[in-house]
């Protein structure tokens, strides 16, 4: 047992370390570090230069044209860059649709758009919750009926994260209606140019537009943008679920908002209020817990030997985590969270801020995030998953 | 960054996993607790397995070992609620093989490594509570000679310890001395505690010492930080047992016609279990890789340990107890021992509250694993 890094680790840290304090241009790093909004063009720009390192699919294997890294590497990766202030790479094309095109994707699917994804050139979204089918994913109803050569697409998704910049859009979709309802799903890739697809905001909570409605009337898309074989899109979509490891837990980014809540509370004088201080610590211990978690996963991928199946508890664990540390951003602010200036939130703004400008955004995150604890798997799903581990 | 084990550690965990399970049995420990908490024979017997030498250097007759093997023989030891005091064999073996002079150490570490000598921590004062730093018990000296004064208290086994390890007051500083049992000026009032194992009160007057350093708080917080880093791991293999109950138990009893692993707030309940025995295992081995780092790093690291530890045998203590229902009261029941050996650990070297001030002390601007 060793909790060091090895020299090579550590060598590869250091490289990536020095990489991005060249790279990551300043005015996106001050807006992560701020909580501020972030554009189209910002994880454009961003997504494009580790493009052309051959790093926005840094999970990728060698034979796909990625760095084909350890785990451990991907973990330091991910860290140097939470750190430095990086966006949270768009994971729906890299992370997410490139493993499934490239385990289940013809070697054509894999040649046409492996690239785009690749160079970070084309947005992908997500087309998997449905207004009936949340938690329940697999009773989806959006239907692809085949006809010829083509699929027509009749159906409506919803909470689809960014759609509004979406060139393409993976979507589970209902080809059969026999048997359980697991085994009539077929995955489909959609242009989201073509005619009869609508995307239509939803404001959330925050003031945010970042989810959508997609709405498919008599979308007709060409048969050889089925992935795999018809009928078997749940197996690919739990295959891609098997690909977010340790990466649900995002302690990375949790330690660097660690960080913020302890600059912000002592520019605020909280900090010397024991009540609120140990409430610091509290979240100190639990970041410190889960980044061992983390490790212990990672570890037992290296070693091969076992596999440490508590997925489960990193989603439930870093979820709540980044509920809590910006809930004590808000709260550490006090009364002067409450203001909304919904343009305070864009960088450079020049108007009155009511409060301290770094002040204006923390309520507003503080709504944002609770999503964490809902998307990808509700906790209570986690939960049920966890209890099934144990319990059988 | 590797957590699996060695070959040699795996085997050091199973034999301590088939002594446990031979030699300490529910009904040996129950006739043990009746006896008043404490049997020598069988902590003789832990000394021929090794478990009383695992810190101590070879030249002075010990396995030259590391925290990790400790950890794995407390785990063990916690799995089946041992209650005599080995992690006071790592305490002292490992104190006094960092401070103490030659002399010393040849007079002591053969006898704790063997088991000859049973020597015990005797640190905790009524005014210190869980601090370090407040000390009443003074040291005298006269003629080269050093004698204390004082008295230390809830020390385990302590009326049945052969010497203790006692901080107290020289020339105004905390120093750390060796006194026998059995020498002048020096009584053991021992009771039973919560957990069925053995404590006293043990009072010094002007009690004939051995100085081990001067340097006596820095020894004594190394010396705690040891009982930290054992008694999460102690905690751990508590925690792990204390769930398997509780698993079987849900999948056997049945109410309304069904097993009580059907019943959704019983399954979430056990996730939330299940997800404080991971954290707590996680922090038990960064308790342990860390004793041996600097004595700032440790000592934050030890009450980071500590607070997660004590948070998770709380919860999962209490919610083991509560899904038993009826029977988890009863002392029939071997889960109610666990819950309450779950609670003194809790309650040993630092209570939540105390670990979690330590750790709001000990804040730095950045923080995680390696800091």
New interface residues.
Partial sequence: MDLAFTPEEQKFREDIHAWVKDNLPQDISHKVHNSLHLSREDHQRWAQILGKKSWLGYGWPKQFGGPGWTAVQKHLFEEELALAGAPRVIPFGPVMVAPVIMAFGSPEQQQRFLPGIASGEVWWSQGYSEPGSGSDLASLKTRAERKGDKYVVNGQKTWTTLAQYGEWIFCLVRTSTEGKPQTGISFLLIDMKSPGVTVRPITMLDGGHEVNEVFFDNVEVPAENLIGEENKGWTYAKHLLSHERTNIADVNRAKRELERVKRIAKSESVWDDVRFRDEIAKLEVDIVALEMLVLRVLSAEKSGKNSLDIAGLLKIKGSEIQQRYSELMMLAVGPYALPFIKEAMEAGWQGDYVGAAYAAPLAPTFFNMRKTTIYGGSNEVQRNIVAQTVLG | ?????TED?SQLRDAVHRWVDKGYSFEKRRAIVKEGGFDRGVYNQLAELGLTALYIPGDHGGMDMGP?EGMVVMEELGRGIVMEPVSHALICGATLSAYAPDAVKSQWLPKIASGEALVVLAHIEKKARWKLNVCETQAAQSGGAWTISGAKGVVPAGDKADAFIVPAIANGKIALFVVERGAIGVAARGYVTQDGSRAAEVTFHSSPATLVTNDGLAALEYAVDIGIAATCAEGVGAIDKT?ELT?EY??TRKQFGVAL?TF?AL??R???M??QQ??AR??S??A???LNASADERRRAMA?AK??LGVAMRFVGQQSVQMHGGIGVTDEYAGSHYFKKLTQLEMTFGDTLHH??E??AR?Q??????A
């Fill in positions: 960054m590797d957590f699996e084990f550690q990790v769930m698993v849900l999948n692993s959704q399954r979430h056990v996730a939330d299940k997800m991971e954290l996680s922090m081995y960064y342990s890789l860390k980071r607070y997660q979690l001030g750790v709001s804040m601007d950045t923080a995680g694993v390696f």
